[in-house]
C-alpha cells in the first residue's frame, strides 16, 4: 500500500485525477512534474508541498523556480530532473506522462524499487521486454492505470495459474467515429475528432481514440502486463464504456470489471491495491444505463489495431516504430498538417523504417524512435 507518492505529468489529465485520489487516501506526495505548465505545477507544489518539482523545458523550470522560491520544494529541470524525480524512492511512482518521453523515467523508478503505476503505455509499447525484464528483477509491481488492463488486472484475482486463462477481451469505446467509413473519415476535422464520447483526456490519446490506435497501443500494453499472446487478446466494441475489459478463463467462464466511465477508480486500485477504499466516483447504476451493447470492431476502416498487433507479432524494434509513427502524426494532425486518415498511412510507414531485430538495447528503442520521426516528417513533405 502506497504513503508516499510522486506523480511524474502531474498537470495532465490522468495527473490532476490522481492528486485527487492521493488527497483522499492521504498520501505523501515528495514528486511532481510536468512538461511545462508552471502555472497548474505552481498550484499543486503550494497544495502538496512535495519535495521536488520537475519541469522537462528549461525556461518553464526557471519561471517555476521563482515562482516558488518562497516554499520548500527544490525545483529540477530538464529530462534528467524529471528522471530524479522518477528516482525519488516514493512508495509508488505514478507516471501519467504522455508518450515515449515517459520510458526513461519509468525505468528509472523501477531501478529504485519504487512500484509503478503505470498510465504511460507508450512505456510499455515501445520498451516493453526492457521494462517488464527491469521489473522482474527489482522484484517491483507494475500496477496499470489504465482502465481496461486495470478491468483486467481485477477480473485475474484469485487466478492461480495462467493456464487458466484463455484469453483476454479488451473493451472499446469506438471514439467518436465509430461507424463511419473511410471515405466519411477522409473529411473529419481536428474538433471532431477531440469529441470523445465518454471519456475526458488529454489531447493525444483523444486523438488516438478517434483513430483506435489507442486500442492497438492497448493491446500491446495488455500483451507485457500479462504475459499473453497477442492471438489471445481480442477486442471488442462497447460504446457506453461501462465494462471495462473481461477474461475468459478455460471453462467459457467470462469475469469483467464494471464502473462507471472514471479513471479515479482504476487510478486509486493501482495505489492500493491489494486493499480498496470508499471512492467519490458515483456509483454504477445498470438499470439506469438499461442497455449494454457489443460489437466487432471494423478492422479495415480502422486499421491501426491490426497494424498493432503486426507490429507485437513481428516483435523487435516494431512496437516502438508504430508508436513513434503515431505519436508524430498524431501531433502533425494536431497542428493541422496532416489529414485524419494520414496517421494509420504514417503506422503502416513505420514497418519500413526498422530492421528485424530479435534482441535490443534501450538506446536502439531510442534511436528507432528517432528514425521513425523523421521518416514520418518526410512521408508528408
Ligand atoms: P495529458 O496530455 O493530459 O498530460 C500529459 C502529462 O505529461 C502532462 O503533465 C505534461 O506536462 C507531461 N508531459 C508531456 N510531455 C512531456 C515530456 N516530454 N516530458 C515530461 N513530461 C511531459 O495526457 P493524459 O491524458 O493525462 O495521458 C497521460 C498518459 O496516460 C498517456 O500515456 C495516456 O495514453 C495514458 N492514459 C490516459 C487516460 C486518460 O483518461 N486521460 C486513460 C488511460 C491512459
Ligand atoms: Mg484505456
Redesign the pocket.
Known amino acids: 500500500m502506497t504513503k508516499t507518492l510522486a506523480v511524474?505529468?502531474?498537470?495532465?489529465?490522468?495527473?490532476v485525477?490522481a492528486l485527487e485520489v492521493a488527497q483522499l487516501m492521504g498520501f505523501e506526495v515528495v514528486a511532481l512534474?510536468?512538461?511545462?505548465?508552471t502555472d497548474i505545477l505552481e498550484g499543486q507544489i503550494r497544495k502538496f508541498s512535495p519535495r521536488f518539482a520537475a519541469v522537462?523545458d528549461e525556461t518553464a523550470a526557471a519561471d517555476l523556480k521563482i515562482k516558488v522560491a518562497d516554499t520548500s520544494t527544490k525545483v529540477l529541470s530538464g529530462?534528467a530532473g524529471?528522471e530524479e524525480c522518477a528516482r525519488c524512492g516514493a512508495d509508488s511512482v505514478l507516471n501519467?506522462?504522455?508518450?515515449i518521453?515517459?520510458l526513461a523515467?519509468t525505468l528509472a523508478a523501477i531501478e529504485t524499487g519504487s512500484n509503478i503505476a503505470l498510465?504511460?503505455?507508450?512505456?510499455l509499447v515501445a520498451g516493453g521486454k526492457i521494462v517488464m525484464d527491469a521489473a522482474a528483477k527489482k522484484g517491483v509491481a507494475i500496477l496499470p492505470?489504465?482502465?481496461e488492463h486495470s478491468a483486467i488486472f481485477q477480473s485475474l484475482q484469485g487466478c492461480q495459474s495462467k493456464k487458466q486463462i484463455k484469453r483476454l477481451i479488451l473493451t472499446a469505446s469506438g471514439g467518436p467515429f465509430f461507424g463511419k467509413s473511410r471515405e466519411e473519415l477522409s473529411k473529419v476535422t481536428l474538433e471532431q475528432a477531440l469529441k470523445h464520447p465518454n471519456?475526458?483526456?488529454?489531447?493525444?490519446?483523444?486523438i488516438?481514440s478517434a483513430t483506435m490506435m489507442?486500442k492497438g497501443?492497448e493491446l500491446i500494453e495488455a500483451a507485457w502486463l500479462f504475459g499473453m499472446e497477442a492471438a489471445n487478446i481480442d477486442i471488442l466494441v462497447h460504446r457506453q464504456s461501462i465494462v471495462h475489459s473481461l477474461v475468459e478463463y478455460i471453462d467459457n467462464s467470462v469475469i469483467a470489471q464494471l464502473g462507471v466511465p472514471d479513471?479515479r477508480i482504476p487510478i486509486q486500485y493501482a495505489l492500493t491495491y491489494p486493499d480498496r477504499f470508499v471512492s467519490p466516483v458515483r456509483q454504477l447504476d445498470l438499470a439506469e444505463a438499461a442497455t449494454l451493447t457489443f460489437e466487432k470492431p471494423d478492422y479495415e476502416t480502422f486499421s491501426c489495431i491490426n497494424l498493432c498487433r503486426r507490429a507485437f507479432e513481428k516483435g523487435g524494434l516494431f512496437p516502438a516504430a508504430v508508436n513513434a509513427a503515431n505519436e508524430k502524426a498524431n501531433e502533425l494532425f494536431r497542428c493541422g498538417k496532416i489529414g485524419f486518415l494520414d496517421i494509420p498511412r504514417a503506422v503502416e510507414n513505420a514497418f519500413d523504417c526498422v530492421q528485424n531485430v530479435s534482441d535490443y538495447t534501450l538506446e536502439q528503442v531510442f534511436e528507432a524512435d528517432n528514425a521513425v520521426r523523421t521518416a514520418t516528417e518526410r512521408l508528408f513533405r
Open positions: 511524474l505529468g502531474s498537470t495532465g489529465s490522468i495527473g485525477q512534474t510536468a512538461n511545462s505548465r522537462a529530462k524529471v501519467s506522462i504522455v508518450g518521453a515517459g523515467p498510465a504511460n503505455k507508450e512505456t492505470v489504465d482502465s471519456w475526458s483526456m488529454g489531447a493525444k490519446i483523444t488516438d489507442n497501443l479513471m
